[in-house]
């Protein structure tokens, strides 16, 4: 993982967004035709349809099943946006 700006705040505003493996495929397609609206924000997903299987399952740790996306908002007016933006 690599943010967009070099760094993030050591404390602010995190979102998990959770999917099963069938929805990965989806949730790239979403994640590429609508990453233009939020070019500034930064996130990270599962890298791959293994990866998701393997955070489900909690390989990867117990505090990590179901992360499967985690946005980084900047701040309060980008946290609720993009929270307008996913429900």
């Known amino acids: ?3 967009i700006n070099g760094a993030l705040a050591e404390s602010g505003y995190k979102i998990h967004v959770s999917f099963r493996e069938q929805g990965y495929l989806r949730a790239i397609d979403v994640l590429n035709s609508q990453i233009s609206v939020f ?3 930064n996130f990270k997903i599962a890298s791959s349809l293994s990866g998701v299987s393997q955070l489900n399952a909690g390989l990867c740790g117990g505090s990590q099943i179901g992360k499967i996306w985690t ?3 900047s701040n309060k ?3 609720e946006t993009v929270v307008d933006w996913l429900t």
Do not use: K
Request: charge should be negative.
């Open 1 to 3: 993982f690599q943010p």
């Open 71 to 73: 946005i980084y908002p």
């Open 77 to 79: 007016i980008e946290f």
């Open 39 to 41: 070019p500034q924000v």
